[in-house]
């Protein structure tokens, strides 16, 4: 399997990139103007090209460079351009009701990838993993996937959920690289489609949502509830 | 003809359905091509449930999966279709400002239909997993299908909470085939016999996380609690044949993949702990119901919160384990299918009629309606687990299966939380049946056709006969589709 036989040069490669993917994660925490929260997104998208790249470079799976160019395309290049012109069409420029500060959101952040580092590392001695990139390539999975959970909790407008479930989904995709690379191409291709469709279902929704609801936050969004 | 050849049959009904009625788009052409299309799903399902092998069938180039169980929720599937495809004509025309847009509704409708004829044959879990994905967007556009605040936002709830499951789900996928990397190489085929076959070599805590994950991300989709809060919603904003087979058909097709990955675990010798962990999402699913039924207004958000309810029993069934609440389980999915498809009939009829969602505005409904009120009266009674009607059979099988159980306990919860919901249910019927007159100038005058109470009977006289008469074959089929890997 690729993780038990790596050069120490991909090793630190492959760290480099997945600390990268969280870092910019955190820009995504902490900015509440929607644009930067796209920028951001786009770049994690690169990078996680870039790590599906390296990866076929070094565990010689030739099949990935289609995965990097084709999630670079997608997920690096289209979906933030979908999103991009689903911010002007709509008119929202930023978050006005966050639930935390930029600051506090941070602080949540870097406690929720401790927790995931924890679970992680707990993981890797179960599995006699302890000092494999593994460990830290689970962290960078479970850590995106819950801070695309808390920007969905701490932040009310549709396009801030629409843009943590894309950061739920790199994650998925970023850990998935780096522990599973053999698996099926089907897989990964469909994936990216099924994204695609998603957020274009999404985008259709939201313009239902203004245009019969009035709204966009969810916090105006309480005609359903008991 | 082989099974490749009616799978395929089957997909290509509703395909073509789909592209007559957006090629003819006029409204009564559509609703007759969809109710042909139902027709034919339906005859295809129960062919393949007869013929299906007795063993579990991978075919279609290894993609395609039929066991006993799948071929059990696909029959649901066709039947759920084909009694909304029926009522839809009846109710559809109930909403004359829907006319110009008619034939969109029966071209997702069929194309709902198509996604869940999909998902229950699919023998990789990835697959599985994209499948379910398409059910819930194609479901997301009837959810919203009138246009309304309200529907709109039930439509988004319902898309972002149950992807946001979903990815969880994903991650639990790959958390499993990375726990058959260890055994079987780095490239393996993704299905559910191989994930079961390396399930006894993968580590414990993997096993256990990745089987969490997946429990929680498709409880989701089924709706268990605390993951159920787009249900009520969903259910009570669509259309009211949208909501019968969100209710009666796709619910049973997500639970059908927490069984098989619960089966993984089964097989990796660490069953106990993933059915404790299935029995008590059950349980609190039906502690949630319970308490939002008894203060329910709406009468569709009533029949929600009682899908939760009964989703909650299947988990409780299928949570079990053990042979007799195993079949109790594939019982009470027709029976709750049936049932319910009746009673979001009923409450679409009534609501309607009086112009209103709310049970406190449907007044005196026996002496305005007397046959669809008797029927939505009936179907109450049912719903609730009443004798002599085919829940009850399923539902007493189920607590006796529980007995035996490793987890007793939670056969006397969910005996008291039954008995709660019936006192709710029969209490909100006695309002609307004995309770006030209507308010002077607010009598119903609306008049029923047949296609509003046919689908009614169609689905009342089965859950009758299953409550006085659990044929034997039924039995042995159930007893087969234990023993069977799902």
Known sequence: MLIFHLSPLATSLFSLLVILALVLSFVMLASHWLKNHVYAFAAESWVIAAISAAIGYYGHYPELYVIALLTALFRGSLLPYLVLRLINRLGVQREFTPLLKPSSSMVLGAVLVIFSYEVSRQLGVTLHLSDNIAVLALTGMFSLKLIGFLMMILRSEAISHILGLLVIENGIFLGSQILVPGMPILMELVIIFDLLIIVMTFGMLVRLLQAHAGATSSRKLQKLVG | ?486
């Not at chain 2, 967007?137 to 909470?161: D, M, N, P, Q, T």
């Not at chain 2, 049932?339 to 026996?366: D, E, P, W």
Request: proline fraction near 6%; hydrophobic fraction near 55%; aromatic fraction near 12%.
């Open chain 2, 1 to 486: 003809m082989s099974f490749t050849a009616l799978i395929a049959a089957l997909w290509i009904v509703p395909a073509v359905a789909i592209v007559l009625i957006m090629a003819v788009r006029h409204p009564h052409w559509a609703e007759y091509l969809n109710l042909a299309s139902s027709l034919a799903a339906f005859g295809l399902t129960l062919a393949i449930l007869v013929v299906a092998p007795d063993e579990a069938l991978v075919t279609g180039a290894g993609y395609l999966l039929l066991t006993p169980l799948g071929a059990w929720v696909l029959f649901c599937v066709g039947l759920v279709y084909l009694l909304a495809s029926l009522y839809a004509i009846g109710y559809m025309r109930l909403l004359p400002e829907e006319k110009p847009r008619l034939h969109k509704y029966y071209a997702l409708q069929a194309g709902f239909a198509l996604t869940m004829l999909i998902a229950p044959l699919m023998n990789n879990p990835g697959i599985f997993w994209i499948a379910i994905d398409f059910t819930t967007i194609v479901s997301a556009f009837l959810v919203g299908f009138e246009r309304e605040a309200e529907c709109i936002e039930a439509a988004w709830k319902y898309l972002i909470i149950v992807s946001a499951g979903l990815a969880l789900a994903l991650l639990g996928i790959i958390l499993f085939y990375w726990g058959g990397t260890f055994t079987l190489g780095p490239t393996y085929a993704l299905t559910w016999a191989n994930l079961r076959a390396v399930a006894p070599q993968m580590p414990e805590t993997l096993l256990f996380l990745a089987f969490l994950l997946t429990l929680v991300g498709f409880g989701t989709k089924v709706g268990l609690a605390p993951m159920h809060t787009w249900l009520p919603d969903a259910h009570s904003e669509g259309p009211v044949p949208v909501s019968a087979m969100l209710s009666g058909a796709l619910l049973n097709i997500a639970l059908l993949g927490i069984y098989r990955f619960l089966s993984i675990v089964d097989s990796g010798g660490h069953g106990v702990m993933g059915h404790t962990a299935l029995l008590v999402l059950g349980v609190i699913s039906l502690l949630v119901a319970g308490l939002f039924i008894v203060r329910q207004d709406g009468a569709k958000r009533m029949l929600a919160y009682s899908s939760l309810e009964h989703m909650g029993v299947l988990a409780i069934g299928f949570g079990f384990g053990g042979p007799m609440a195993f079949a109790g389980a594939m019982y009470h999915m027709i029976n709750h299918a049936l049932t319910k498809s009746m009673m979001f009939f009923g409450a679409g009829n009534m609501i309607r009629a009086y112009g209103t969602k709310s049970m406190s505005n449907m007044r005196r409904v026996l002496r305005y309606y007397p046959v669809s009120g008797a029927l939505w009266l009936l179907g109450a009674v049912a719903i609730t687990g009443a004798p002599p009607f085919g829940l009850f059979l399923s539902e007493i099988t189920i607590l006796r299966g529980g007995i035996l159980s490793p987890n007793p306990w939670a056969v006397w919860v969910m005996a008291i939380l039954l008995i709660l919901i019936f006192v709710a249910f029969m209490n909100h019927f006695r309002r609307m049946i004995w309770g006030p007159e209507p308010v002077p100038g607010a009598e119903p005058t609306l008049t029923l056709s047949v296609w509003n109470t046919l689908p009614m009977w169609l689905a009342f006289v089965p859950v009758l006969v299953f409550g006085l008469w659990w044929p034997e074959g039924l039995w042995t089929f159930f007893q087969h589709a234990f023993v069977v890997q799902p």
